[in-house]
């Protein structure tokens, strides 16, 4: 009897330490995957990119929503554009396959061209999907660098 009470307080135990022990596992293999990063610059384009047209460049897009969609337009991670149009995300490998990033998802300006420039359309979104950039070392930490293949307006989109 006291043998069966011994073993219950032990597997009762195990039970309270074993998502514990996940976590903490969960936590290591992140650090060592380490995160995927998506970043860029948008510029107030037809395109995102920047264009010279007679000796001036196109200004870039400050402010503007960029979310990650994936599979049927789910939003995965959203961020905004700085003053600069930098926009930037991190994800966390473990939540998001590298293979499923690069064939099933892309990325989406949410914000209207025309907030940007009023003679850009104002309905519409820009639209790119992934591609990996490259990957950096930092100590035992690899990171995964990716970016947009190139944005397109598509106007039956809001």
């Known amino acids: 009897m006291a043998l069966a009470k011994i073993f219950l307080i032990s597997f009762l135990v195990a039970l309270i330490a074993t998502p514990v022990a996940v976590a903490q596992l969960g936590g290591l293999l992140s650090g060592l995957l380490g995160p995927i ?62 293979s499923s990033l690069l064939s099933n998802c892309s990325l989406v300006v949410t914000t209207p061209l025309s907030t ?8 519409g979104l820009l639209q790119s ?11 035992l930490l690899s990171i995964v660098n990716l970016g947009a293949t190139g944005f397109q307006l598509l106007p039956n989109l809001i």
Do not use: E, M, W, Y
């Open 116 to 123: 940007c420039n009023a003679s850009l359309p104002s309905i």
């Open 129 to 139: 999907p992934l591609q990996l950039v490259g990957k950096t070392l930092v100590g």
């Open 37 to 98: 990063h998506i970043d860029g610059v948008l510029f107030c384009s037809l395109n995102g990119q920047i264009d010279i047209i007679n000796g001036s460049t196109t200004p870039v897009f400050p402010n503007a929503s960029v979310q990650l969609r994936c599979g049927a337009g789910n939003v995965v991670s959203s961020t905004t554009t700085n003053g600069s149009g930098v926009f930037s995300l991190v994800l966390d490998p473990l939540q998001n396959i590298l």
